[in-house]
């Protein structure tokens, strides 16, 4: 008996120096805010966050800070010119690439950990010496074009696009990060580098790292890196979200066999206690909208909806149909029913396993991490990406449908397709979702 009590205790000794090994924590390195989650993982993944996004620049610079993210990885630095830098990473495996979204960008690196030292050597001179070479500027700038282009010609990028554009008009949202193909085209490297330049704040960034690393190893490795940035006051833009009270529709014609339709709904702020029921709302409508749209009504093949988790949040459905009339008509039952009767206990607990199956599977790359901690740091603060499991199992079907009946107030609707059909559904745009 004594010697299975002592291999319990062993064994719950072992257990919590494991967790308390991989716990996340944040600290702070020589002003720069540092967010670490150790693993087990070979991997290790490591972002420079950008706080401001789309508010940093005007309307007419759309674009540019994904244009100068890019470019601090593709355009070469002080120590080595951008064949040299995509030769080295190609040679270690390294990752080193950028996104540029409504709230933040990031500058991200990953590596096995036995090339780490290779990695983060890269991905600091991304960061802190990018030249903007003007002839590698001229080579990305045809590829960024090249995507916008692509983006254009999708139609189910083009209708969110569109519906964003919309829905967000007179705000800093009716900016698209993702830039116009006329913006591109005048921005210059001096431009570039000015502006990346400006993001150059510690107090407006901060680093997210997931792996095999100690903390010892990763301060030793910032303080050398990132201690001669600048320190600057900053303040970040308080953002006051438009309410979609109305049945508006934003349409654009094309020559398409299929319809592309997208409606947005309001959404509560990422650290409101209405966040989590109305996420799990939301996906319960997605699974009523799939029932009746794709499988009795066959009108569809993968309609659903999704929340964008923003400073200014939203909730969308989507559908691809060739009968736009009867599919919106069904949208729109499906969400009059889901605020009318609510979510069952049922489905709730279907819904609840779902979430969290699918959060773990996320946390199996060190990327997922990294992405999730650094975007939950933007909106409210890192930890509530660390809670979201049980804040998802404490959820109850009362607070679920208290959230979608406070928040679905009206639908904005973009419609992409057959102007004649469009014309044909103006009436089923205009259908009133409650019964208040």
Same mark, same amino acid.
């Given at each position: 008996?004594?010697?299975?009590?002592?291999?319990?205790?062993?064994?719950?000794?072992?257990?919590?120096?494991?967790?308390?090994?991989?716990?996340?924590?944040?600290?702070?390195?020589?002003?720069?805010?540092?967010?670490?989650?150790?693993?087990?993982?070979?991997?290790?993944?490591?972002?420079?966050?950008?706080?401001?996004?789309?508010?940093?620049?005007?309307?007419?610079?759309?674009?540019?800070?994904?244009?100068?993210?890019?470019?601090?990885?593709?355009?070469?630095?002080?120590?080595?010119?951008?064949?040299?830098?995509?030769?080295?990473?190609?040679?270690?495996?390294?990752?080193?690439?950028?996104?540029?979204?409504?709230?933040?960008?990031?500058?991200?690196?990953?590596?096995?950990?036995?090339?780490?030292?290779?990695?983060?050597?890269?991905?600091? +001179?991304? *960061?802190? &010496?990018?030249?903007?070479?003007?002839? /590698?500027?001229?080579? @990305?700038?045809?590829?960024? %074009?090249?995507? $916008?282009?692509?983006?254009?010609?999708?139609?189910?990028?083009?209708?969110?696009?569109?519906?964003?554009?919309?829905?967000?008009?007179?705000?800093?949202?009716?900016?698209?990060?993702?830039?116009?193909?006329?913006?591109?085209?005048?921005?210059?490297?001096?431009?570039?580098?000015?502006?990346?330049?400006?993001?150059?704040?510690?107090?407006?960034?901060?680093?997210?790292?997931?792996?095999?690393?100690?903390?010892?190893?990763?301060?030793?490795?910032?303080?050398?890196?990132?201690?001669?940035?600048?320190?600057?006051?900053?303040?970040?833009?308080?953002?006051? +979200?438009? *309410?979609? &009270?109305?049945?508006?529709?934003?349409? /654009?014609?094309?020559? @398409?066999?299929?319809?592309? %339709?997208?409606? $947005?709904?309001?959404?509560?702020?990422?650290?409101?206690?209405?966040?989590?029921?109305?996420?799990?709302?939301?996906?319960?409508?997605?699974?009523?909208?799939?029932?009746?749209?794709?499988?009795?009504?066959?009108?569809?093949?993968?309609?659903?909806?999704?929340?964008?988790?923003?400073?200014?949040?939203?909730?969308?459905?989507?559908?691809?149909?060739?009968?736009?009339?009867?599919?919106?008509?069904?949208?729109?039952?499906?969400?009059?029913?889901?605020?009318?009767?609510?979510?069952?206990?049922?489905?709730?607990?279907?819904?609840?396993?779902?979430?969290?199956?699918?959060?773990?599977?996320?946390?199996?790359?060190?990327?997922?991490?990294?992405?999730?901690?650094?975007?939950?740091?933007?909106?409210?603060?890192?930890?509530?990406?660390?809670?979201?499991?049980?804040?998802?199992?404490?959820?109850?079907?009362?607070?679920?449908?208290?959230?979608?009946?406070?928040?679905?107030?009206?639908?904005?609707?973009?419609?992409?397709?057959?102007?004649?059909?469009?014309?044909?559904?103006?009436?089923?745009?205009?259908?009133?979702?409650?019964?208040?």
């Amino acid at each position: 008996m004594k010697k299975i009590l002592t291999t319990i205790l062993l064994t719950c000794a072992s257990l919590s120096v494991t967790l308390a090994q991989t716990e996340t924590t944040s600290f702070d390195v020589d002003g720069i805010k540092v967010i670490f989650k150790p693993t087990v993982k070979e991997i290790i993944n490591v972002r420079m966050y950008y706080r401001g996004g789309v508010n940093n620049y005007p309307a007419s610079q759309a674009g540019i800070e994904t244009f100068a993210l890019e470019a601090t990885n593709e355009c070469g630095t002080k120590k080595y010119s951008g064949n040299v830098y995509r030769d080295l990473s190609d040679k270690y495996g390294v990752n080193v690439g950028s996104e540029a979204e409504y709230d933040y960008g990031n500058i991200q690196m990953e590596c096995v950990s036995k090339y780490f030292s290779q990695g983060w050597d890269l991905f600091t +001179e991304a *960061i802190v &010496n990018p030249v903007f070479d003007a002839g /590698e500027v001229e080579l @990305l700038r045809s590829k960024i %074009i090249a995507k $916008i282009k692509e983006q254009q010609s999708n139609p189910d990028k083009r209708v969110e696009q569109l519906l964003l554009q919309s829905a967000f008009e007179g705000t800093p949202y009716a900016t698209d990060p993702n830039g116009t193909e006329e913006i591109m085209s005048k921005l210059t490297a001096a431009d570039l580098k000015t502006y990346y330049t400006s993001l150059l704040n510690k107090n407006r960034m901060f680093i997210v790292v997931a792996g095999k690393i100690s903390k010892e190893e990763l301060i030793a490795k910032i303080k050398a890196s990132f201690a001669g940035l600048p320190s600057k006051p900053y303040t970040p833009v308080t953002l006051q +979200e438009p *309410i979609w &009270n109305d049945y508006k529709v934003v349409k /654009e014609d094309r020559s @398409l066999q299929t319809n592309y %339709i997208n409606a $947005i709904m309001n959404a509560p702020a990422y650290n409101s206690p209405d966040y989590i029921p109305y996420r799990v709302g939301i996906s319960a409508l997605g699974g009523s909208l799939f029932s009746e749209i794709r499988t009795r009504l066959n009108l569809s093949y993968d309609p659903g909806t999704y929340s964008v988790m923003q400073q200014m949040p939203y909730g969308i459905m989507y559908v691809s149909t060739t009968n736009p009339k009867e599919a919106v008509l069904a949208m729109n039952r499906e969400v009059k029913k889901v605020l009318g009767y609510g979510l069952s206990p049922e489905g709730l607990q279907h819904i609840k396993s779902s979430f969290i199956t699918s959060n773990y599977i996320k946390q199996q790359s060190t990327a997922s991490i990294t992405g999730s901690l650094g975007l939950s740091e933007i909106l409210g603060g890192w930890q509530i990406a660390e809670d979201l499991p049980k804040e998802i199992e404490k959820v109850t079907t009362e607070q679920i449908n208290q959230a979608l009946y406070k928040y679905v107030v009206g639908l904005r609707w973009s419609y992409l397709g057959d102007p004649q059909k469009a014309a044909e559904t103006a009436d089923a745009f205009k259908k009133v979702i409650r019964n208040d």
